[in-house]
């Protein structure tokens, strides 16, 4: 398949996840709270096409909800981290000097720590909970982008149409926004989407380590770390969050490498 | 070579201070009291105060951190709450089997990206390629702490080849090598393969081919060889984050190493412990990426003489 083909494959997958997300309290079947004691560890009935969890909650509806949490965590971890991101590297990259030293020895400090690692070591501290999730994945997650877009501004700002805005009198804001950020775009967008499966897989580390959202609430993370205790008599516990996260994490990486190679054929 | 290797070190000091500073301010990230936090609310007043001044936390932070930087001088992390002994001895107790692990996770990564790489870059375009190319894909995407469940139902539960979790000689490492290795596998798949691409119409392998050599000479000796180097440093750089993703292989798998240890003083909010685990973990991680940069000069001089 051509990487046109693969680009499609990947969106439709995530519109579905994504739809699904957003429609959750109209489609699913069950409440994915609702525990149903005398229909505990089923595989599979008519009323729960993919079976129910040790406390006979519907897998499906849980499933369809957890997708509201990994999307959510994702796409705030990606949107918060890439503002600070943006913010941070513009400022080291047009201002220089020691602010651009200040700002960089901190973005190598933290990324001199193996990402996910320090989340954990965070929300081991700050306690479980989604905004804490999001809060130490965001601290780990702005340094990427910090640095690509300095990286990018210190090309950029010696380009003519960037030295031209300056003799023409704008203001550093105005330059860095309405001449350097638009053509940081790409290189942007592209690291976004690889930032949202990380985030996803990351949410799902630290909730499958007990350290993301609070039960009862569905994320795949977590009911992947529940099902673990009934390997034996119920694989299909860990079997569909599994492949949820895979899927959405495959399909993210597909639309990337095709904006990639659409977008950045030399950095191939 | 020395000025590139002192301009290094100079750059290694404040990131290693920059890293043990967050570690040490870890414990005061705690919302709330965090003598409370550690021992529940129930504890008696005495029992805090007690450990409130064995942490030190009595103190003014700027001498909480003296005392912090001087006991990592020494070789001192501090006392586990619960375990018996040092947080150092626990430590180095159980990095070996952590070292243990990323190596083996390595070694099946070359082993699983090596011939696929090969295989791509000489029959590109076709379905081999695309396969390979789709296994990089679902490696890179497939969470490592669902990849472990998976192959614990398939090998051990279904066909029980293999153990469940533990340690204890070769069959108990297989099933956390690969969960831990496939990732990395994943990666080096890709960069062996656009790395092999890559070097296939240079001079010295048309120079090969041209003196009579054969294909498979060609590709092993002469491409394999060069296209090798990239490689190596993506290798020794996902080394120590293979350290860092044992965390979750060594939980999945009861494998008694550092990342297990880290879980266990995270779950019994013993956060002495919890800091001194982070720190050995960031620390052989900044040196293993140190080793790796200096390795990588070394091995392709080009890099040196173009500075």
Known sequence: ????????????????????????????????????????????????????????????SRLIYGARISLMVGVSTVALSLAAGLVIGALSGYCGGWIDQLLMRLVDILMAFPG??????????????????????CLIGWTGYARMVRGEILSLREREFIQAARALGCSPARTILRHLVPNLLPPVVIQATFGLAAAIIAEGS??????????????????????????????????????????????????????????????? | MTRYLLRRLALLLPTLLGALTLVFFLIHMIPGD???????????????EELRRSLGLDQ????????????????????????????????????????????????VAALLSFPLALLAAARRGTWRDRGALLFSLLGLSIPNFWLGPLLI???????????????????????????LG????????????????????????QAARAKGVSEQQVWLKHMLRNALLPVITIMSLQFGSLLAGAVITETIFSWPGIGR???????????????????????????????????????????????
């Not at chain 1, 795949?220 to 994490?249: C, D, K, S």
Request: charged share 15%.
């Open chain 2, 182 to 205: 496939l990732g990395m596998a994943a990666i080096l798949t890709r960069i062996l393969r656009a790395s092999l691409l890559r070097v296939r119409n240079e001079d010295y392998v």
């Open chain 1, 206 to 268: 630290l909730s499958f380590l007990g350290l993301g959202v609070e039960p009862p609430t569905p994320s795949w993370g977590a009911m992947l770390n529940e099902g673990r205790q009934f390997l034996l008599v119920a694989p299909h516990l860990t079997t569909y969050p599994g492949l949820a996260i895979m899927l959405t994490v495959f399909a993210l990486n597909l639309v990337g490498d095709s904006l990639q190679e659409k977008l950045e054929p030399h950095g191939q």
């Open chain 2, 60 to 107: 003014p932070v700027y001498v909480q951190y003296r005392a912090f930087v001087a006991g990592l001088v020494t070789g001192d992390l501090g006392r586990s709450l619960y375990e018996q002994g040092s947080v150092t001895a626990l430590i180095a107790a159980r990095l070996p089997s952590t070292v243990e692990l990323a190596l083996a996770a390595l070694l």
């Open chain 2, 153 to 179: 139902i398939l090998f051990s539960i279904q066909l029980g080849w293999l153990p469940v979790s533990g340690s204890g000689g070769a069959a108990h490492l297989i099933l956390p090598s690969i969960t």
């Open chain 2, 261 to 307: 240890l880290t879980v266990q003083a995270i779950q019994t909010r013993d956060y002495p412990l919890v800091q001194g685990c982070v720190l050995a973990i960031a620390v052989t991680y900044i040196f293993v990426n140190f080793l790796a940069d200096i390795l990588y000069r070394l091995a392709d001089p080009r890099i040196i003489y173009e500075e």
């Open chain 2, 34 to 48: 965090p003598v409370e936090v550690m021992l529940g609310e129930t504890a008696s007043g005495a029992d805090k």
């Open chain 1, 116 to 137: 996910i690692l320090l989340a954990i070591a965070f929300t081991a501290v700050l306690g479980p909970g989604l905004d804490h999730v999001v809060l130490a994945l």
């Open chain 1, 1 to 60: 398949m051509r990487s046109k083909s693969w680009f499609y494959v990947g969106t439709a997958i995530l519109l579905l996840f994504a739809v699904a997300a957003l429609l959750a309290p109209i489609i699913v079947p069950h409440e994915a709270t609702r525990q149903d004691l005398a229909n505990d560890l089923v595989a599979y009935s008519p009323e729960h096409p993919l079976g129910t969890d040790k406390l006979g909650r519907d897998i499906l």
